[in-house]
């Protein structure tokens, strides 16, 4: 089990973050609002965004895991 981060954030890993979390959520919308509506082109689209903002921050953590 990993140890847990024992620094702070710099505010541009806090802005990248959050920056990461607002496309995941966003994607979440749109295949929701797809998924609603029937549109499964807006659904795609959203599942996509979502998948690639979770990728950007899994790539956050790594760089932010090797920086310490």
Known sequence: ???PRTTKRTTSE??????NDAET??????????KALGN???QAKGKL???KGK???AGQRVKESLDD
């Open 49 to 51: 965004e979502e998948v």
């Open 25 to 34: 959520t966003k994607g979440k919308v749109k295949a929701a609002t797809g």
């Open 55 to 57: 990728a950007k921050q």
């Open 14 to 19: 806090k802005k990248t973050h959050v920056k």
């Open 40 to 42: 499964r082109k807006l």
């Open 1 to 3: 089990m990993a140890e």
